[in-house]
């Protein structure tokens, strides 16, 4: 999922977030991709240092206590989108 595909991950989030987060296991299914694929794709755009630096913080991966893990756009990420 390197380079565009992660642009339409990130575009489907956008789509699919209404503020709430959405289950990794709904946008991986929507992706048509493997949910540990979507994880290791979605890590670095995260605000998660990985070596010495922070990623951007486009999203937001979390986990809500209900055995479920989430993924959210944050505002940096809507912003992102709107720059392509």
Same mark, same amino acid.
Request: net charge negative; hydrophobic share 45%.
């Given at each position: 999922?390197?380079?565009? /595909?992660?642009?339409?991950?990130?575009?489907?989030?956008? /789509?699919?977030?209404?503020?709430?987060?959405?289950?990794?296991?709904?946008?991986a299914k929507q992706l048509?991709?493997?949910?540990?694929?979507?994880?290791?794709?979605? /890590?670095?755009?995260?605000?998660?240092?990985?070596?010495?630096?922070?990623?951007?913080?486009?999203?937001?991966?979390?986990f809500d206590g209900d055995n479920r893990w989430l993924?959210?756009?944050?505002?940096?990420?809507? /912003?992102?989108?709107?720059?392509?």
């Open positions: 999922m390197p380079g565009e /595909a992660r642009n339409v991950a990130l575009l489907a989030l956008a /789509a699919l977030d209404s503020g709430t987060g959405v289950p990794l296991t709904r946008l048509d991709v493997r949910l540990s694929t979507l994880v290791r794709e979605l /890590a670095p755009l995260s605000d998660a240092k990985l070596g010495l630096e922070p990623g951007p913080g486009w999203v937001r991966l979390y993924v959210a756009i944050t505002d940096l990420g809507r /912003a992102q989108m709107n720059e392509q």
